[in-house]
């Protein structure tokens, strides 16, 4: 099973216009803050937080339970001006983990609700150790430095990117499976119960749509840590033999 946390910042939307709009850029720092604080805490027990939206993160959090969570509230209540709720979901894909998630805390209040503050909404955690398992598939875009970097302006190298994603997540999103941007040309999909051929046709799928060669290391464990280091060395074995394997899984390290 793998398990998710939706953090949302409580009634974000009307804090940022109150009592005026507040400088974009310090709401870009705080956003940014946050999700390097969040990520920091997380980490520290072998999750793994995406920045998704800054406003509203996913992590992947086998390994945390409803104490680790409720400390990472009250610190950022502690250093914040503002606070943050979680909703928490376990699952056998990610996709249904952070359904879960998201429902237990829209079932506590709406984000912009200011009678909502800081809850922790749990709707299942993992509770037996031996159930926790997360497969992290970390996906790359071949030769992103000689054909796009070097070449297209940043932007246009940027848009090409974000496409990329955008088909990868839509192909994903069907087999259950995220997909989110971890910066530069690369991107991780926790992605339990995805095979291995249903990952190869689509990046071969996306190959042929819209000419982006794609690779993915794939990476299996009882964490997300550790499923995603084993991607990573999938994905150096990938190079290693010159970007010829479309995937390579690793289980052990
Ligand atoms: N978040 C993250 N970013 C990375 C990682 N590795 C590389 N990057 C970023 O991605 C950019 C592209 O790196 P590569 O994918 O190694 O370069 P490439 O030209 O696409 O070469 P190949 O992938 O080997 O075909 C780098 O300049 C970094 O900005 C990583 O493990 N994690
Ligand atoms: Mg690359």
């Given at each position: 099973?793998?398990?998710?946390?939706?953090?949302?910042?409580?009634?974000?939307?009307?804090?940022?216009?109150?009592?005026?709009?507040?400088?974009?850029?310090?709401?870009?720092?705080?956003?940014?803050?946050?999700?390097?604080?969040?990520?920091?805490?997380?980490?520290?027990?072998?999750?793994?937080?995406?920045?998704?939206?800054?406003?509203?993160?996913?992590?992947?959090?086998?390994?945390?339970?409803?104490?680790?969570?409720?400390?990472?509230?009250?610190?950022?209540?502690?250093?914040?001006?503002?606070?943050?709720?979680?909703?928490?979901?376990?699952?056998?894909?990610?996709?249904?983990?952070?359904?879960?998630?998201?429902?237990?805390?829209?079932?506590?209040?709406?984000?912009?609700?200011?009678?909502?503050?800081?809850?922790?909404?749990?709707?299942?955690?993992?509770?037996?150790?031996?159930?926790?398992?997360?497969?992290?598939?970390h996906i790359d875009i071949?030769?992103?430095?000689?054909?796009?970097?070097?070449?297209?302006?940043?932007?246009?190298?940027?848009?090409?990117?974000?496409?990329?994603?955008?088909?990868?997540?839509?192909?994903?999103?069907?087999?259950?499976?995220?997909?989110?941007?971890?910066?530069?040309d690369n991107?991780?999909?926790?992605?339990?119960?995805?095979?291995?051929?249903?990952?190869?046709?689509?990046?071969?799928?996306?190959?042929?749509?819209?000419?982006?060669?794609l690779k993915a290391?794939?990476?299996?464990?009882?964490?997300?840590?550790?499923?995603?280091?084993?991607?990573?060395?999938?994905l150096?074995?990938?190079?290693?033999?010159?970007?010829?394997?479309?995937?390579?899984?690793?289980?052990?390290?």
């Amino acid at each position: 099973m793998i398990q998710m946390t939706l953090i949302q910042i409580d009634n974000y939307g009307p804090w940022t216009v109150t009592p005026r709009p507040r400088t974009e850029s310090d709401l870009q720092i705080l956003q940014a803050e946050l999700f390097a604080d969040v990520q920091r805490q997380i980490a520290a027990k072998k999750g793994l937080v995406f920045f998704t939206r800054f406003d509203n993160l996913l992590a992947v959090t086998n390994g945390l339970n409803e104490e680790d969570h409720m400390r990472i509230q009250r610190s950022i209540r502690n250093r914040y001006p503002i606070t943050i709720s979680m909703g928490v979901g376990a699952a056998e894909t990610a996709h249904e983990a952070q359904r879960l998630a998201t429902i237990a805390l829209q079932k506590e209040g709406g984000a912009q609700s200011s009678g909502r503050k800081e809850i922790l909404a749990i709707n299942n955690l993992i509770e037996n150790p031996e159930d926790s398992f997360v497969q992290a598939a970390h996906i790359d875009i071949n030769s992103v430095t000689e054909t796009l970097t070097d070449i297209e302006s940043a932007f246009d190298t940027s848009f090409m990117v974000n496409k990329a994603q955008h088909y990868l997540m839509t192909k994903l999103r069907e087999k259950g499976a995220l997909l989110f941007f971890i910066g530069g040309d690369n991107f991780m999909s926790p992605c339990n119960g995805l095979s291995e051929e249903d990952l190869t046709n689509i990046l071969k799928e996306i190959d042929e749509e819209i000419g982006i060669g794609l690779k993915a290391g794939i990476g299996r464990a009882d964490n997300m840590e550790d499923a995603a280091y084993m991607a990573d060395i999938g994905l150096e074995i990938i190079r290693e033999g010159n970007n010829k394997e479309w995937i390579h899984v690793i289980e052990e390290l």
